[in-house]
DNA sequence: CAGTCGGGAGAACGTTTGTTCTCTCGCAAG
DNA sequence: CTTGCGAGAGAACAAACGTTCTCCCGACTG
């Protein structure tokens, strides 16, 4: 079996089960019927459980971002794009399978014993805030609003991924849409 | 031993413990030697591990809560008693050993495996959503603002979690400054 | 004082974990 | 054809887990 179909391979049945039921709660033996690659294979690719974790993390943010950037991209008003990751959100919460955010989830589960876990989660934040940023600041909002909004958007994650609604992507576009109003300039 | 002694000891030790380093990463022999409670007597007051981590669940949502709101019982103008809500936070984030949202950091940990897990975090949730929402009233704030700004809160504490920084409060607090101004009505 | 009950300390148990080892087979090179 | 390398399947391993059991002492009752 080529080496990279492998890892592709590994890399979903961890995805599914890591994000679905916690790190911790899945064994190597799961990971590898689930993925079919011997365990053999997995250990070369993958030395120990913690870099699998690492780079499950990893490809996730990559994907994560990549997503919300092309449903983004949709859009040409500047703060019509704005809005648009609150409505990204929102799919993302009423998809099946959601269960929160996977990075939020692996610092509650393994911060305290894992460094690696929460840088990955530092940085994944960060890449996102920044791009949020660049959303404001493109639709001409307070250079502040940016860290409002970011604060909306994962206030929004977190309430969702523990009530399972997704109804605060909603909520939570509305207080953007009240946010990016300059003050005292409503219609 | 009294009974009710062993069982705060018990208690103690699982906070510091389950909150610190996780729950899956604490086990009920380092419980015994943290608490100096012995495993017998242990297993009479929580027959199950699950048990243990409810009661600590339960016990941190009820200190939690009444620790803010004696925070904001000290003011008495309605817009700076929801204001104080974020100095708290603040303050909580900035103390020692904070390590995120127990709730959120048990969800992330147990809850694909645990239901009960996730019902004592949802009910935590919506006791703060339902003290914030009194809170926004007496300050004659729109209705929708209590859901506002419960995703500020919500967003920075998790974003504190995971970078271990207060900033977040501080900036939620200047966001819910701006939502708490009624359209069009800045000085 | 004798007897019995309850609790403390920790050994023991069975399971599960992450990781490594063994065995076997298929296939490619000489 | 034979020889050897690499990989798959899964047994094996040591450690750690949650939970239960054994042993022993100390205190209260008659």
Redesign the pocket.
Known sequence: ?DPDI?RNRLLDAAEELFYGRGV?A????ELRSAS?V????L?QLF????DLVEAYLRRRDTRWREALAAYVAERTDPRARVLAVFDWLHDWFAGPGFRGCAFLNAVGELGGISPAVVTAAREHKDAFHRYLAELTADAGAPPEAAGHLALLAEGAIATAGVTGSPEPARRARSAAEALLQPKGSPA
């Open positions: 079996m492998a911790q899945v064994g190597m033996d079919g011997s365990l053999k294979r250990y030395p120990s459980k913690n």
